[in-house]
């Protein structure tokens, strides 16, 4: 099957924004500090952006809480008017799906349920808070698989009935600028996805 270019894709649907002057409510899913950073830097100057901790995957709580206030540090030194909704930890749902799944590597059969579980959570939150669109930081990193997060968001926005923003964010040198942001703010960048899996891995 061939790949779609979603980073074409939100280019595109940037451009369009730059000629409308429209500026929609977008709920960003955040894995991370790191993650975001770029991220902000590509989506601030064309939407209203308001940032989603959702990760029940992470393990343990201290670590939770730490990239979340990482995440809230990283928008205020970035002098964004940018606000952060955050989850109360609960990685029992992580656990649920995971069953079965413990031995499996990364981009497995585990990762893409819990790829899945987490954007349909940000597509209920962004219908319940009134946004127009939801999309996630996780196309930044090259250990995701791209084309599988962004026919999982396509799928669960025609479900919700709420615009899903495609995206690459690796792309035009997307991570390499993550690193860079991440040098110079200073972030914590782990060294495991989040899960006990994926750190054991």
Do not use: W
């Not at 991440?182 to 972030?187: A, E, F, H, V």
Request: charged letters at 30%.
């Amino acid at each position: 099957m061939q790949k779609i270019n979603y980073a074409k894709i939100l280019d595109d649907r940037i451009e369009e924004l730059k000629k409308s002057g429209e500026k929609p409510v977008l709920l960003l899913h955040a894995c991370c500090a790191p993650c975001s950073s770029h991220t902000l830097t590509v989506l601030y100057e064309y939407f209203d952006v308001i940032l989603y901790f959702f990760n029940p995957n992470i393990s343990p709580e201290e670590e939770y809480i730490f990239r979340c206030n990482e995440l809230k540090r990283l928008v205020l030194e970035m002098n964004m008017n940018v606000n952060v909704i955050e989850e109360d930890y609960d990685p029992k749902p992580f656990y649920e799906l995971a069953k079965g799944l413990e031995n499996l590597p990364e981009r497995s059969e585990r990762c893409r349920k819990c790829i899945s579980y987490r954007l349909r959570k940000t597509a209920g939150k962004a219908k319940s808070i009134g946004a127009d669109m939801f999309t996630t930081t996780l196309t930044i990193s090259p250990h995701k698989d791209c084309q599988f997060i962004n026919q999982c968001g396509k799928n669960i926005s025609e479900i919700y009935g709420i615009e899903y923003l495609y995206s690459d964010f690796k792309k035009h040198d997307g991570y390499k600028h993550s690193i860079e942001l991440s040098k110079k703010y200073n972030l914590y960048r782990q060294n495991y996805c989040g899960c006990i899996y994926s750190k054991k891995n």
